[in-house]
């Protein structure tokens, strides 16, 4: 009780940002603490029990191979059938009795160990340093004799301090982890208690009642500061009603002109602040996608280097389904990232030249393999009449959102069709000269949607029914940006469905007309292939120890020479001293920015001018990709890199050559 009473008055005295940071970092010291003590027993029960069964078949051999040395009176046989146990160095020693008990034939390894004694238990017998195994040999059901095995413990004391030590660094990891992540989100709700209470005592010392509080988020603590402003404005408009019943007209008239310039500045920092929240805004975004890309990129990546050294592994579908389910999270946060920016109209649509049936081909040959394993077919139709004779026409619209869309929406047909097919049908028709109408329609033989529920369809953090989140998964995103991204490329969609016979989702968008102009093949595969020899000399530029670390894994296993820099300023150091074939070069570091360092080293001199330079970040905003292009990089990766995005992109801009 007293332990209580001290806690609820230590609780009392903490700000309330030490108070979240504490509660956080005791959960996840108890959520963390609890799984690794589990998986600490039970990685120590499988190894306990795959010794023991060593142990029985090295026993139940000895015993098969003594048997006629006990039946024929013979210790020598029985004796070289024990000494083959030398070559099993957990073995201490094993001694053979015959039928009445008596040792026939022994082995030591060690001549001062206690020799062993006959067992009337089959069971195994745990001692402080070692266990004893027991096997009866038996002839036509009589038993002959018996063989003891002393066998050592200390592998299996070995394996449960490897994983206690293993499970220590997760929890102090994960610890850590927490009391940051909790540090940063604390301030969401911190910071602006601390700005009301400065703003109430700056109000009480100056008496100037004209001062209001900003409102930031829409939230108990944006009620407060509402109920606050409207308190200053009431006391505010009693002084001024005051002011104006006992002073004269000229008072009044400079009441008046003084309530314009306040109006007047009010207005002003309204639009300053709208500003400075736009602003705030898109650096939030850009900040919260590195902070959660960043940790996914060793995760995702270690995963598939150890799917690739061991893929025939004990753990192979839990490492496929780690694998998935990292993959779904980076979906979700470019679902949730991508709403905020359609959102707050940040959204931005480029021009690009696009050959569609392209398009769509390579979206079918990403999902194919996802319907295949749910016996599902996924086809694709297309068709275009826009230049006559020409069928290699090209429309000018955004790739990237073009595509997202067409992804979206076929994944979603092959989620929620169990059987039968996917197909996958775009057509473009001619309306003008320059001008024709693109249809993308995605037809399944799913499970089809009422008609009463089609509203639902398109509202965000919104699905038909809750249990299909809990079956399909998802947060009700995707429809929701696939809407808004057509919608503001001018175009609509909709939806045809039945229930039990399937649905069919059309996206129709007008377009420009443009000529064709077919892109390089990149590197997967989709035109000409392209070899890369090994020795590639590689400057790795992270500042993140475990990012750095897999990096400089991946890029080995690849047989290149690779030299690692912790920061901007070494990589400009090491770019002078050495020479490299390729530079990978993260954006977010300490003393000097990935920008900066790429605009230093092309600086250096001739040869440093033509690196090819490669931005490797979790800054992915369109702004982003465009300050590394302007500060000299040729190319860029967005966090998190596979295996195969690394190979490819150094195969493209190293020694490139067609085969």
């Not at 109209?345 to 996802?370: D, F, I, M, W, Y």
């Not at 909709?494 to 399937?502: L, N, T, V």
Request: aromatic content about 6%; overall charge negative.
């Amino acid at each position: 009780m007293r332990v209580l009473q001290g806690i609820k008055r230590l609780l009392f005295r903490w700000r309330i940002s030490t108070k979240i940071v504490a509660v956080c970092a005791f959960t996840s010291f108890i959520s963390l603490t609890s799984l690794c003590a589990i998986a600490v027993y039970l990685d120590w029960q499988e190894f306990k029990e795959s010794r023991l069964s060593s142990l029985n078949t090295l026993s139940e051999i000895i015993s098969t191979n003594s048997e006629a040395s006990l039946r024929f009176d013979d210790p020598s046989t029985a004796l070289e059938h024990l000494g083959s146990l030398k070559h099993e160095p957990g073995v201490l020693q094993a001694t053979l009795f015959d039928k009445y008990q008596i040792p026939f034939a022994s082995y030591s390894r060690e001549q001062d160990r206690p020799p062993l004694k006959y067992i009337e238990s089959e069971l195994p017998i745990w001692q402080e340093d070692s266990i004893l195994i027991a096997h009866p040999i038996r002839l036509n059901e009589e038993q002959i004799g018996q063989l003891v095995i002393e066998a050592d413990t200390g592998p299996f004391m070995l394996s449960a301090y490897r994983s206690i030590s293993v499970s220590g660094l997760l929890v102090a990891g994960g610890l850590l982890i927490s009391i940051f992540l909790a540090s940063r989100m604390q301030r969401l709700i911190a910071a602006p208690i601390k700005e009301l209470d400065e703003i109430a005592a700056k109000v009480q010392d100056s008496e100037d009642f004209s001062v209001r509080a900003i409102k930031r988020y829409n939230d108990e603590v944006g009620s407060l500061v509402d109920s606050f402003n409207a308190m200053l404005q009431t006391i505010s408009d009693r002084d001024r009603s005051l002011r104006e019943v006992n002073a004269n007209l000229e008072t009044i008239v400079e009441q008046r002109t003084k309530d314009l310039r306040i109006q007047n500045f009010a207005l002003q920092e309204a639009i300053e602040a709208a500003k400075a929240a736009s602003v705030a805004k898109s650096e939030f975004l850009a900040t919260t996608s590195h902070e959660l890309r960043t940790p996914l990129n060793p995760i995702i990546g270690y995963v598939e280097k150890i799917q690739r050294d061991l893929p025939n592994g004990p753990h192979t579908r839990e490492l496929s389904l780690i694998r998935q389910s990292a993959a779904q999270l980076l979906r979700l946060i470019e679902d949730i990232l991508d709403f905020s920016r359609i959102e707050s109209g940040t959204l931005l649509l480029k021009n690009e030249s696009v050959h569609v049936p392209s398009l769509c081909e390579g979206v079918a040959n990403l999902l194919r393999p996802q319907a295949s394993e749910k016996g599902i077919v996924l086809a694709l139709e297309s068709s275009e009449d826009c230049l006559g004779d020409d069928q290699n026409c090209n429309i000018s619209i955004d790739e990237g959102r073009l595509r997202q869309v067409v992804l979206n929406l076929t994944n979603n047909a092959i989620k929620f069709t169990n059987k039968g097919s996917v197909t996958l049908r775009a057509e473009l028709k001619r309306k003008g000269a320059r001008k024709a109408d693109l249809k993308i329609e995605v037809i399944d033989t799913g499970i089809g949607i009422d008609e009463a529920d089609r509203d639902k369809l398109f509202k965000p953090f919104s699905q038909i029914d809750g249990s299909w989140t809990r079956e399909y998964g998802g947060m009700g995103l995707g429809l929701a940006i696939c809407q808004r991204i057509v919608n503001a490329m001018g175009g609509e969609i909709s939806c045809r469905s039945q229930p039990q016979k399937g649905s069919c989702f059309t996206a129709a968008i007008p377009v420009k007309l443009c000529s064709y102009s077919p892109k390089q093949k990149d590197i997967d595969g989709i035109g000409g292939s392209f070899s890369l020899n090994s020795g590639v000399r590689v400057l790795l530029v992270e500042d993140e120890p475990v990012n750095r670390e897999l990096m400089d894994s991946l890029l080995s296993s690849l047989g290149h020479q690779v030299t690692v820099a912790k920061n901007g300023l070494e990589a400009v150091d090491a770019a002078k001293s050495q020479s490299f074939d390729f530079i990978l070069l993260d954006i977010s570091m300490p003393k000097m920015d990935g920008f900066a360092a790429s605009r230093h080293i092309r600086k250096l001199g001739k040869d440093n001018a033509r690196i090819p330079v490669v931005a490797m970040t979790a800054h992915v905003t369109p702004e982003d990709k465009e300050r590394c292009f302007e500060s000299g990089m040729n190319d860029y990766l967005s966090k998190p890199v596979s295996f195969t995005q690394l190979k490819h992109t150094l195969a493209k801009w190293v020694s490139q050559r067609p085969v």
